[in-house]
């Protein structure tokens, strides 16, 4: 039996894109994992990149210093509180005086909060943790109270 020309034609155009569409549809999880693999590589070459590295490291021996400053701060602003109420009368001025620094301290409390927060954010990201050094992972009041007593 002998295919009609047009009918075969015919067959080749409709079955071309089809045996196409089913190979790309096949090899659809290969294209996925290449692209997987291209995208860590690149996350790797900007993470590992010498410029980065080192602006993590410095952010990371910043932030605690910044983190450790504030806390004094806010310990300081506590102690001056409690001199401050156990010298104080019944005046206007003592009022207001406490007031103010009692206001003092609730800006240093809320800066540290910030910071603390910000630094626990980046130690939870994977490429930039990894250049904390001996720092802790997440920093809190607790902790930060630990290293007072140490040093």
């Keep these: 039996m002998k295919i ?3 009918l075969l034609i015919g067959l ?3 079955l071309v894109p089809i045996a196409f569409m089913g190979l790309r549809a096949l090899l659809f999880p290969v ?3 290449v692209k997987a693999i291209d995208t860590a590589y690149g996350v790797l070459d900007e993470t590992m990149d010498a410029e980065n ?3 993590n490291y410095e952010w990371f021996k910043q932030t605690a210093e910044d983190i450790q400053a504030l806390y004094n701060k806010e310990v300081n ?8 109420t156990g010298t104080m009368d019944d005046s206007r001025e003592d009022k207001n005086e406490l007031a103010r620094l009692r206001t003092i301290k609730l800006g240093i409390s809320n800066m540290l909060e910030d910071v603390i927060a910000k630094y626990n954010a980046r130690s939870k990201m994977v490429n930039r943790a990894i250049f904390k050094d001996n720092l802790p992972s997440n ?3 607790s902790w930060l109270a630990t290293v007072k007593l140490i040093k």
């Design 31 to 33: 294209k996925g994992a």
């Design 12 to 14: 080749v155009i409709v």
């Design 77 to 84: 602003a506590e102690g001056a509180i409690d001199e401050h």
């Design 53 to 55: 590295a080192i602006y």
């Design 4 to 6: 009609p020309k047009w």
């Design 139 to 141: 920093m809190s009041r």
